[in-house]
């Protein structure tokens, strides 16, 4: 098969199994580098890699997984002679069998900013020297896998596609509840990773082909009917005892038949499959053809965590914008961030669904600043951003670092605008706005306007972006100046719709400009261009009167089943008329009654518990500084700011926030901690530590990320951690231990090999005789081995960890 090849095939194409679970089954020594056998033992990888090749995969994928600067440090080989040499084993073994070789890409092992510290094009910079020398190396095509942050798949992405013209294979690893590590969802994968150029969609690693088959269906119907998807289950779950995989080749087999009916591109195994697994997959998909019905695209905006579904009235927050505001110019000037962000949240907490982003303000730096913004916002905030400038390099800087499916506004019927932004947003996956506004102005009728449009449409069309991504804007006039043509506003809007099939949108509120009580004409302009089929409204979510509409026209439309989001937001409020007379009624010792939970939102600690639950780092600063002029250190800490964790800690344990959210409220809680730190060393009081920790990841075990994310929540929790790092020695651990007289240690594993390392750093531990209590974790533990091993603890996440660092101090 030539790579040319690759989409055009008959039957669902066969990919390889575990290249880790060959390498272990031949002894691979507990440390030792994988990918460094490409070079110090090329016949044992050419021999895996043809064992698969005969089994009937026809995409094999090179021992390159972790042939990156970070994972090789310390490795007598360069990263290119590490590459080369897996891509030339591979070669080898598949030449016999028409096999395509694949340079196979994991993630980098370190966390990207603003959860981690890698910075996005360091990231980029790391994947473009991989993407290079697998190109060099004559790889056919590239196969990004077991990603679980969206943001570093699209550092990857973008590297491979700028780098080389080989074919790409994107594919995320999904827990048990539907989203990676991270909190990306599968439809936001689908949706972000088509968008960047990937070639196919995929799911792979740590379920098994049961408990992954939901997601997959999900991933098919997030893309086209005809863009290919596959999968790479593992054979199950982990045993218990850390001994294997729970389901035989013939079971997987049997579990990969449902399959079949999602018309897979390709599919194969991963963890604890082997070239036996592969073998019986040829029964499997005999005969089975790629390719799914089409079906209507929905248009989507997203981020990792957050998929907007822009079907029906969707409403832009329109507040993060200079025009006419002073005190918001200055911030941009000032690079005030922290006022930035308040605009963000406070639209999000009124109900914004996506949030309009313009910094273009006299003295101001659009395209240096339009990137630190996005970010900044991409920090504390889930919701998609609508990135708004006339300046192309401002976009494409913003573009550049947006994590998800963001929109863009805009480009208008200029055909100067077009060939400018349209390729922007096809390179990066975004939705487009298009003015209808040419050379000439705003044309007052509608079919001229509607004429424009259609113009946009086909030039977007034409470089490839897809008809659910066109939005156009027909544009508000001032009624106080155009009263006439307001309506052909209306009606270019239903002819759009109508005829050409794409979304709309307009910026509601310029109806009203210059005229009294504004709020009653732009919530009747809003109601008319809803029942037009208006698509999103730029608007300010913070007046009820527009909001009120937006939730009453989806009741009386049917697009609110049941009335549930309506509810929701209505059923516990009273008109205001009501509620002055309940007011004159109300004796004043009501308000002495109000609950300890009212009284605490609205005590003295209320602003900071919100800047950290929300990932305000200036304000939690700034908050904690106003209070430690009145409070002592500790009273802050225990009565603020682990009540704040505490809050955040148990979202995330109910799935309604997420990692980064987690972190990016540590990170807030930190710098309130560090203005703590400081009074304290003033008044020379000492530590304010509750405890005292050892953290590790164990012998042989590279993958830190983990154990990295841990030390942050425990420290924002107020403990003192020594992080001994990866790979560390038994020794390391029972010494650190005893000579720092140590109370609690965490030990994290990633891997089932190194699951033995932990069992003999814990039984070195309590040998040694030490007064110390364990926890562990990590991907492949289960509460069942965590006690068979000797643990004291399994902690399934992070959070779980500062409860068991809470549980264990607070008894001493």
Known sequence: MQASELFKQSNTVLLDGGMGTM???????????????????PELIESIHAKYAAAGSRIVNANTFGASAHKLAGSAYSLEEIIAAGIANCKRACAPYGALTALDVGPLGELLEPSGTLAFEDAVSEYARIVRAGAAAGADLIFFETFTDLYELKAALLAAKENSGLPIL??????????????????????TARGLGANAVGINCSLGPKEIF????????????DFPVFVKPNAGLPRADG?????????????????????????????????????LLNSTFAGCVPGRPAHKMPSVLCTPVDFVNVDGITVVGERINPTGKKRFQQALREEDMNYVLEQAVSQVEAGAQVLDVNVGAPGVD?????????????????????????????????????NGKPIVNSTNGEQEKLDAILPLCKKYGAAIVGLAIDERGILPTAEDRAAIARRITEAALAVGIPREDIYIDCLTLTASAQQKDVLATVQALEACKKELGVR?????????????????????????????????????????????????????????????????????????????RQAAQTVPAASASASGESAELTGPYAPLMKAVEKGLKGDAAAQTKALLAEKQPLEVVDEALIPALDI??????????????????????????????????????????????????????????????????????????????????????????????????????????????MEETIAALHEAGLDCKIMVGGAVLTPEYAEKIGADWYAKDAKRSADIAKEFFGAQ
């Open 23 to 41: 390498l272990q089954a031949s002894g691979l020594k507990l440390g030792a580098k994988p990918e460094e056998l490409n070079i110090t033992n």
């Open 170 to 191: 994107a594919s995320m690893s999904f827990e048990a509840g539907g989203r990676t590590f991270t909190g990306c969802t599968v439809e936001s994968f689908g949706v």
């Open 214 to 225: 939901p997601m997959a269906k999900r991933l098919a119907e997030a893309v086209p009917g």
């Open 243 to 279: 001994s294997g995989y729970d389901i035989t080749p013939q079971l997987f087999a049997m579990e990969m038949k449902p399959y079949r009916e999602l018309h897979l591109f390709a599919a194969g195994g991963c963890c604890g499959t082997t070239p036996e697994f592969i073998k």
């Open 366 to 402: 659009e395209p240096a600043l339009m990137p630190k913004v996005v970010k900044a916002l991409q920090s504390v905030t889930s919701l998609p951003l609508q990135l708004d400038s006339s300046n192309v390099e401002a976009l494409e800087n913003g573009l550049r670092v947006y």
């Open 504 to 580: 709309t949108i307009l910026g509601v509120s310029n109806i009203s400009f210059g005229l009294p009580c504004r709020s009653y004409l732009n919530t009747t302009f809003l109601t008319m261009a809803m029942y037009a089929g208006l698509d999103l409204a730029i608007m300010n979510p913070s007046s009820e009167e527009m909001m009120a509409a937006v939730y009453a026209y989806n009741v009386l439309t049917n697009r609110d089943p049941q009335s549930t989001k309506y509810i929701e937001r209505y059923a516990d409020r009273v008109p205001a008329s009501v509620a002055l």
């Open 648 to 757: 955040v800690g148990a979202k995330y344990e109910k799935g309604t926030l997420f990692l980064p959210q987690l972190l990016q409220a540590a990170s807030a809680a930190q710098s309130a901690f560090e203005e703590i730190k400081n009074v304290i060393a003033q008044k020379g009081e000492g530590s304010a530590s509750k405890g005292r920790i050892v953290l590790a990841t164990v012998k042989g075990d590279v993958h830190d990320i983990g154990k990295n994310i841990v030390k942050v929540i425990l420290e924002n929790y107020g403990f003192e951690v020594i992080d001994l790092g990866r790979d560390v020695p038994v020794e390391t651990v029972v010494n650190t231990v005893r000579e720092k007289n140590v109370h609690l240690v965490g030990l994290s594993a990633l891997m089932t090999t190194t699951l033995k390392s």
